[in-house]
């Protein structure tokens, strides 16, 4: 008993603590719940925001808040099938009354109006069977039925779950009518019967006549289903059916075979279907197309303007047209497609004005797009103008929103813009004409090009050319001349042609007097500006002038920095001062500090004895002990690094070590034993016998350096640690060691701005609910600081895509990070990070620390060497070079070995 009280107590203990996290998730989840509300009232925009609530809500189930707020993002957004489906699901659990089921079918209503959706549309289907026990139940399940063909049955893919959803609920209905075993069926009974037989014929019949995928199946299901032999009609068309099947099928093959979003595929579907003419076959394939695609506004474009000029059907116009300005709200020319549209097909005008507020909420990108805008929302209501009456409800309508489109430009677009978007005016100029014109009111057209001038305009002659032209076809001549005196003082750009203009016009009409005027206007203004003009060119001249004298005199400083640098750079203790005193015999030969291959061992003792391995030492030659002399040994091979390359296969290059590492090659040992047998380490110092950092790991088997390659840039003692295959560039100059793509990875994103405390875990729980992850990398520079940049990979180019969605511009340990996909610069030039290069030219090789301040080639002198032939390779590199390779390297070897005294005299050649 009392084991079982102690029992009881530990379950009674931990289902408190149950308890007790259970509250403190649901006390986070309601704050978050709260905060994302109020961002939203802020911002409504944010779509990642509306994901957000409505994941939490439906997560607390808070059914009266989730459905207010998919309702909100609803009226907002275009909703993915996913969200919808979710929706549909939640709502039909909840539906217990008639009312209830009611409010599911509008809800379906809107759900199908924003993507052509299969699965929606079969979901609504089978709903609807559900009500078939209520009054014209049957009727509506089947109308349900007929429009979700309409809309999904050419579906080459998923329309054929559809037509056999609908065959099964006729069917079903044709075993009701089915008489029981000893009743006799009335006539009535018999005429029903028969005419449900008819609509199941109807029903296989027509999806035997529509190209779909297994069609096949389906035919042997009507011959079984029909006990008959089937008509020859009914065969001419299905192997029609096939036919277009076969056309179609490597379009369907290709969209099968290609990642999401498959636009190139979808689009060579389209362009296919276009020259094949069936108008519901490129519907279908747009509609499938835009399902995938439905952020490219110019698939959009393209759909509506073959809609407006082939199809013209009203609800289907509108329709796309709706759906494209809810999916791409910022591209001004659905806007205006849809404005045409809607008056193309005598929509009410309110529903034309509300439509235009709403495109003006939209957020365009730029100011020209709200003046495009506006011009085809006033053209749309001029053309609802009669303007024979004098007066109208229609014409105070557009002489009110001219000046309404005026202010607006002037105040809102400029203040969010700082420009109109409109500088010569056009909007004013269409509304002067207009009243000109139409309206027969040349003092209101004066006063709005008045407007006009006074904007800038005034200084420019295919402005004042278009008043007078205005002017001459609806004014007087007193006013065309007085327009064109004043162009003449006020033009700066072409005053020659209005000035020409003037005279022609006087010519024309004018008086003797006027004529006069005009001469003397004209040549006036002609002098001024010709005065203007040479003092312009004087000082352009000058200008230029000066700019040239200011380049000399950077020039030549330049080259007596230069001079100067280089007269400072007098030798001191060097091979050139050396080579002057053995010139003129002023002191007896010296070993030179960097030695040549192939030079004698009393030079080596010397440079050892003047010099010592590790510093200065002085100049009596010392006695060196055993040991010393062994230290040295090692030392002296350590310097030389040699390689077999018939050993390439079982060797692996490691880089980016740090110089200070203790015991570099127990460290190596004991990292890469897991992985083989290790035959050799062999490490580069440099000729002090310091570690460079690097070093070969040679296996016994292949396959043990393969795998050693997994371990390239783990990090060891903070810093990545670089590995990879021991390659000769020599006879492999297209091979990379840049393990990563430079080019467009659509399933992988690129972080910046995140924090330099962020790690590994931090991303891996940012980005794992947007799709599956397979490998996240934080970028760091060669001593693995961090960069503030990732990449982060996912299984596909979809959840990559969201992702981009819906976390760039989120904030991160108070950091506001950008996401977009992965396109990384191409790498320049041939310069690899992980190794020196094969190459021996000395100038173009950094070392394995990549280029250096001092900008000093820092590869050791072994490597930088000739290869002598006959001897082994180095460092990875062959020592048998091609024939080329051959000859110079045995010229080199054949020439006479230059004294110093031999360098001096070719100096002074100089």
Same mark, same amino acid.
């Given at each position: 008993?009392?084991?079982?009280?102690?029992?009881?107590?530990?379950?009674?203990?931990?289902? %408190?603590?149950?308890?007790?996290?259970?509250?403190?998730?649901?006390?986070?989840?309601?704050?978050?719940?709260?905060?994302?509300?109020?961002?939203?009232?802020?911002?409504?925009?944010?779509?990642?925001?509306?994901?957000?609530?409505?994941?939490?809500?439906?997560?607390?189930?808070?059914?009266?808040?989730?459905?207010?707020?998919?309702?909100?993002? !609803?009226?907002?957004?275009?909703?993915?099938?996913?969200?919808?489906?979710?929706?549909?699901?939640?709502?039909?659990?909840?539906?217990?009354?008639?009312?209830?089921?009611?409010?599911?079918?509008?809800?379906?209503?809107?759900?199908?109006?924003?993507?052509?959706?299969?699965?929606?549309?079969?979901?609504?289907?089978?709903? /609807?069977?559900?009500?078939? %026990?209520?009054?014209?139940?049957?009727?509506?399940?089947?109308?349900?039925?007929?429009?979700?063909?309409?809309?999904?049955?050419?579906?080459?893919?998923? +329309?054929?779950?559809?037509?056999?959803?609908?065959?099964?609920?006729?069917?079903?209905?044709?075993?009701?009518?089915?008489?029981?075993?000893?009743?006799?069926?009335?006539?009535?009974?018999?005429?029903?019967?028969?005419?449900?037989?008819?609509?199941?014929?109807?029903?296989?019949?027509?999806?035997?006549?529509?190209? $779909?995928?297994?069609?096949?199946?389906?035919?042997?299901?009507?011959?079984?289903?029909?006990?008959?032999?089937?008509?020859?009609?009914?065969?001419?068309?299905?192997? #029609?059916?096939?036919?277009?099947?076969?056309?179609?099928? *490597?379009?369907?093959?290709?969209?099968?075979?290609?990642?999401?979003?498959?636009?190139?595929?979808?689009?060579?579907?389209?362009?296919?279907?276009?020259?094949? %003419?069936?108008?519901?076959?490129?519907?279908?394939?747009?509609?499938?197309?835009?399902?995938?695609?439905?952020?490219?506004?110019? $698939?959009?474009?393209?759909?509506?303007?073959?809609?407006?000029?082939?199809?013209?059907?009203?609800?289907?116009?509108?329709?796309?047209?709706?759906?494209?300005?809810?999916?791409?709200?910022?591209?001004?020319?659905?806007?205006?497609?849809?404005?045409?549209?809607?008056?193309?097909?005598?929509?009410?005008?309110?529903?034309?004005?509300?439509?235009?507020?709403?495109?003006?909420?939209?957020?365009?990108?730029? =100011?020209?797009?709200?003046?495009?805008?506006?011009?085809?929302?006033?053209?749309?209501?001029?053309?609802?103008?009669?303007? /024979?009456?004098? !007066?109208?409800?229609?014409?105070?309508?557009?002489?009110? =929103?001219?000046?309404?489109?005026?202010?607006?430009?002037?105040?809102?677009?400029?203040?969010?813009?700082?420009?109109?978007?409109?500088?010569?005016?056009?909007?004013?100029?269409?509304?002067?004409?207009?009243?000109?014109?139409?309206?027969?009111?040349?003092?209101?057209?004066?006063?709005?090009?008045?407007?006009?001038?006074?904007?800038?305009?005034?200084?420019?002659?295919?402005?004042?050319?278009?008043?007078?032209?205005?002017?001459?076809?609806?004014?007087?001549?007193?006013?065309?001349?007085?327009?064109?005196?004043?162009?003449?003082?006020?033009?700066?750009?072409?005053?020659?042609?209005?000035?020409?203009?003037?005279?022609?016009?006087?010519?024309?009409?004018?008086?003797?007097?006027?004529?006069?005027?005009?001469?003397? #206007?004209?040549?006036?203004?002609?002098?001024?500006?010709?005065?203007?003009?040479?003092?312009?060119?004087?000082?352009?001249?000058?200008?230029?002038?000066?700019?040239?004298?200011?380049?000399?005199?950077?020039?030549?400083?330049?080259?007596?920095?230069?001079?100067?640098?280089?007269?400072?750079?007098?030798?001191?203790?060097?091979?050139?001062?050396?080579?002057?005193?053995?010139?003129? +015999?002023?002191? @007896?030969?010296?070993?030179?500090?960097?030695?040549?291959?192939?030079?004698?061992?009393?030079?080596?003792?010397?440079?050892?004895?003047?010099?010592?391995?590790?510093?200065?030492?002085?100049?009596?030659?010392?006695?060196?002990?055993?040991?010393?002399?062994?230290?040295?040994?090692?030392?002296?091979?350590?310097?030389?690094?040699?390689?077999?390359?018939?050993?390439?296969?079982?060797?692996?290059?490691?880089?980016?070590?740090?110089? !200070?590492?203790?015991?570099?090659?127990?460290?190596?040992?004991?990292?890469?034993?897991?992985?083989?047998?290790?035959?050799?380490?062999?490490?580069?110092?440099?000729?002090?016998?310091?570690?460079?950092?690097?070093?070969?790991?040679?296996?016994?088997?292949?396959?043990?350096?393969?795998?050693?390659?997994?371990?390239?840039?783990?990090?060891?003692?903070?810093?990545?640690?670089?590995?990879?295959?021991?390659?000769?560039?020599?006879?492999?100059?297209?091979?990379?060691?840049?393990?990563?793509?430079?080019?467009?990875?659509?399933?992988?994103?690129?972080? /910046?701005?995140?924090?330099?405390?962020?790690?590994?875990?931090?991303?891996?729980?940012?980005?794992?609910?947007?799709?599956?992850?397979?490998?996240?990398?934080?970028?760091?520079?060669?001593? +693995?600081?961090?960069?503030?940049?990732?990449?982060?990979?996912?299984?596909?180019?979809?959840?990559? !895509? $969201?992702?981009?969605?819906?976390?760039?511009?989120?904030?991160?340990?108070?950091?506001?990070?950008?996401?977009?996909?992965?396109? @990384? *610069?191409?790498?320049?030039?041939?310069?690899?990070?992980?190794?020196?290069?094969?190459?021996?030219? *000395?100038?173009?090789?950094?070392? =394995?620390?990549?280029?250096?301040?001092?900008?000093? =080639?820092?590869?050791?002198?072994?490597?930088?060497?000739?290869?002598?032939?006959?001897? /082994?390779?180095?460092?990875?590199?062959?020592?048998?070079?091609?024939?080329?390779?051959?000859?110079?390297?045995?010229?080199?070897?054949?020439? #006479?070995?230059?004294?110093?005294?031999?360098?001096?005299?070719?100096?002074?050649?100089?």
């Amino acid at each position: 008993d009392g084991d079982g009280d102690g029992d009881e107590a530990e379950a009674d203990s931990g289902s %408190g603590e149950e308890m007790d996290d259970s509250s403190d998730d649901e006390q986070e989840n309601e704050a978050e719940i709260q905060r994302l509300e109020e961002q939203l009232s802020i911002s409504a925009y944010d779509y990642n925001c509306h994901i957000d609530l409505i994941k939490l809500l439906r997560q607390e189930g808070e059914l009266v808040k989730l459905r207010c707020a998919r309702q909100k993002m !609803s009226e907002l957004f275009p909703l993915t099938e996913e969200l919808w489906l979710d929706w549909l699901k939640d709502e039909i659990r909840m539906a217990e009354k008639a009312h209830d089921r009611e409010k599911v079918y509008e809800l379906f209503e809107k759900a199908i109006k924003d993507y052509i959706c299969p699965e929606i549309w079969l979901e609504y289907a089978q709903y /609807s069977i559900g009500g078939i %026990g209520l009054q014209g139940g049957i009727d509506r399940a089947r109308g349900i039925f007929d429009r979700a063909l309409t809309a999904v049955g050419l579906h080459m893919t998923k +329309g054929v779950a559809i037509w056999e959803a609908f065959r099964e609920f006729e069917n079903a209905i044709l075993g009701t009518m089915q008489a029981l075993p000893g009743t006799i069926v009335t006539p009535d009974q018999q005429e029903a019967m028969n005419k449900q037989l008819d609509r199941v014929h109807a029903l296989f019949k027509r999806q035997l006549a529509i190209p $779909l995928l297994d069609m096949e199946s389906t035919y042997a299901e009507y011959e079984e289903w029909a006990d008959e032999v089937l008509n020859e009609s009914v065969k001419q068309f299905y192997k #029609k059916a096939l036919q277009q099947l076969e056309k179609r099928k *490597p379009f369907e093959e290709a969209l099968l075979a290609a990642d999401p979003p498959k636009l190139a595929e979808y689009q060579a579907y389209i362009d296919f279907e276009v020259k094949d %003419g069936d108008p519901a076959r490129i519907q279908i394939t747009f509609e499938r197309a835009l399902s995938e695609n439905c952020l490219v506004p110019d $698939l959009w474009a393209r759909y509506t303007v073959y809609l407006d000029r082939k199809l013209k059907i009203k609800d289907v116009v509108l329709s796309a047209h709706e759906r494209a300005v809810r999916n791409c709200p910022w591209i001004v020319g659905l806007w205006k497609r849809y404005l045409l549209a809607l008056e193309r097909h005598q929509v009410e005008h309110k529903i034309v004005t509300d439509t235009f507020e709403k495109a003006l909420n939209a957020g365009f990108i730029q =100011a020209t797009d709200y003046v495009e805008l506006w011009q085809a929302f006033l053209d749309y209501l001029r053309r609802r103008v009669d303007f /024979s009456e004098d !007066s109208s409800k229609e014409l105070e309508e557009l002489r009110s =929103a001219y000046s309404r489109g005026v202010d607006y430009l002037k105040q809102d677009i400029e203040q969010r813009f700082s420009e109109s978007g409109d500088p010569s005016c056009t909007i004013l100029q269409n509304w002067a004409r207009i009243e000109a014109k139409l309206c027969r009111n040349m003092q209101k057209a004066r006063e709005l090009w008045d407007r006009i001038m006074t904007k800038g305009n005034a200084k420019y002659a295919n402005m004042w050319l278009e008043y007078f032209n205005l002017e001459r076809a609806h004014g007087d001549p007193q006013h065309c001349r007085k327009a064109l005196h004043r162009a003449v003082q006020c033009t700066t750009d072409y005053p020659e042609h209005v000035s020409e203009v003037l005279l022609t016009f006087e010519r024309v009409e004018g008086s003797l007097e006027d004529w006069d005027l005009a001469v003397e #206007k004209t040549e006036t203004r002609m002098n001024h500006i010709n005065e203007w003009r040479a003092k312009a060119a004087l000082k352009e001249a000058l200008q230029t002038k000066q700019e040239e004298d200011k380049n000399i005199q950077w020039k030549k400083g330049r080259s007596e920095k230069k001079a100067a640098k280089k007269a400072q750079k007098q030798p001191t203790t060097g091979d050139k001062r050396k080579a002057d005193e053995e010139e003129w +015999g002023a002191l @007896p030969d010296k070993p030179n500090k960097k030695r040549r291959a192939g030079e004698r061992e009393e030079t080596e003792e010397a440079m050892a004895t003047e010099c010592g391995l590790f510093g200065r030492k002085g100049i009596a030659k010392t006695v060196e002990t055993p040991a010393q002399q062994k230290q040295k040994a090692v030392v002296a091979t350590r310097n030389k690094v040699l390689h077999d390359n018939s050993k390439d296969d079982l060797t692996v290059f490691v880089s980016n070590l740090a110089y !200070s590492m203790a015991d570099p090659e127990d460290k190596m040992k004991e990292i890469f034993a897991s992985f083989g047998q290790i035959a050799d380490i062999r490490l580069v110092y440099n000729n002090r016998g310091h570690f460079r950092g690097y070093c070969y790991v040679e296996f016994t088997e292949k396959g043990a350096a393969i795998n050693a390659l997994k371990l390239d840039r783990q990090e060891l003692e903070g810093r990545p640690m670089f590995i990879s295959p021991c390659v000769d560039k020599a006879k492999n100059p297209e091979f990379k060691v840049f393990r990563y793509s430079s080019s467009l990875e659509k399933h992988k994103i690129f972080i /910046s701005g995140l924090p330099f405390s962020c790690t590994r875990e931090d991303l891996e729980e940012l980005c794992k609910e947007h799709g599956n992850l397979k490998e996240i990398r934080l970028v760091t520079n060669r001593s +693995g600081k961090p960069k503030g940049l990732a990449y982060v990979e996912f299984e596909n180019e979809t959840q990559a !895509s $969201l992702a981009v969605l819906k976390l760039d511009g989120t904030v991160l340990k108070d950091h506001t990070i950008s996401v977009a996909i992965s396109n @990384p *610069p191409q790498r320049k030039g041939n310069v690899e990070t992980g190794r020196p290069s094969g190459s021996f030219l *000395p100038r173009q090789v950094y070392g =394995a620390r990549g280029k250096g301040r001092t900008q000093l =080639a820092l590869v050791p002198r072994a490597l930088q060497r000739l290869p002598a032939p006959g001897t /082994s390779t180095e460092n990875g590199t062959l020592r048998e070079q091609d024939d080329n390779a051959k000859g110079d390297s045995t010229r080199a070897a054949d020439m #006479k070995k230059m004294t110093n005294a031999d360098f001096a005299k070719m100096l002074l050649r100089k």
